[in-house]
Structures are given as structure tokens and as C-alpha cells.
């Protein structure tokens, strides 16, 4: 049994670059309908929400970055309703308001041994002791001890 030949074609029937084109046949005709247009090329095959021709196309939303179209009253770039995006700032301005600056040294490395002393004092303040007294204790027992006794204590913050 021979095997089938199947020939690829470079161009679909009615296409005026195919080697057989008739511009009388029906199916150039169909192909001109779909793909010329009396403003030029068709950028869009025929039916397409963006062909100009198509009833309700699309053409006149504006495509902005981050923003869905079809819901444009919504946050650019995350979605969110203004309600969402409001409780969201307001959200981030309080964890913000809580935040401490850290403290670097003037080489730009950060300055760790003011970070564990905050620490410590942080844990003492919290066991009920003032910031005085607290102070007082850090300077004589040390910095390690106050922070290997927070670890065992294991204080939740």
C-alpha cells in the first residue's frame, strides 16, 4: 500500500498570494470578505469584539496599565474595591505609626548591639519593672543574661 502524500499548503484557497488564485471564485470572494476592508487591512477577522464592524466592539476602552476594563472603578494594579483599598491603608498607617527605625552605625552596618539592648529593655519593661529600674538591671546584669532569661520565659510580644 503507497502512503498518502499530503502537500502543505503556503497560503488557504481564495488568498491572493496562492498559486491558483482566481479573484472570480467563491473562495476569494469569502476570503476578501473576511480580510480587506474598505478602510484597509482588517487588523481583526470578521465577528471579532475588536473589528470595527462588530457590533458592541471594544475599541473605545481605554487600556491603561494595572486596570481591568471591564471593572475600572476598582485599584489599579491589586483589584481591590476603595472600601479594601481605605481599610488596607489604614491598615499599613498603623503598622507603620509602630514601626522603629533601626539603628545603624556610621560605617552603615547595623548597629546589633543597640537592637538587643532595646530588646532587653523591652522584656523588662514588660516583666513590671520601671524604665529606671530597668536600665539599672541591664547595666549590672548584662545583655545576654536578660535575653537568655527572656528566651526561657519565652515572652510573646
Do not use: C
Not at 502524500?5 to 476570503?31: I, L, M, N, Q
Not at 470578521?46 to 466592539?57: C, F, L
Amino acid at each position: 500500500m503507497t502512503p498518502q502524500v499530503h502537500t502543505e499548503e503556503d497560503f488557504p484557497k481564495g488568498h491572493p498570494a496562492r498559486f491558483d488564485y482566481d479573484p472570480a471564485s467563491p473562495e476569494a470572494k469569502e476570503w476578501a470578505r473576511r480580510n480587506i476592508s474598505l478602510k484597509g487591512e482588517r487588523d481583526f477577522p470578521v465577528g471579532h469584539p475588536k473589528a470595527v464592524d462588530t457590533p458592541r466592539n471594544t475599541n473605545h476602552v481605554p487600556i491603561r496599565p494595572g486596570i481591568d476594563p471591564a471593572h475600572p472603578e476598582l485599584e489599579a494594579h491589586t483589584g481591590r474595591t476603595p472600601e479594601q483599598a481605605a481599610a488596607v491603608r489604614a491598615a499599613n498607617a498603623a503598622l507603620a505609626a509602630r514601626q522603629m527605625e533601626t539603628p545603624m552605625l556610621d560605617d552603615g552596618r547595623v548597629n546589633v548591639a543597640e537592637i538587643a539592648e532595646r530588646t532587653a529593655l523591652d522584656f523588662l519593661e514588660k516583666q513590671g519593672h520601671e524604665p529606671e529600674e530597668a536600665e539599672a538591671l541591664l547595666r549590672e546584669l548584662g545583655v545576654d543574661k536578660i535575653l537568655a532569661a527572656k528566651a526561657v520565659v519565652g515572652v510573646k510580644e
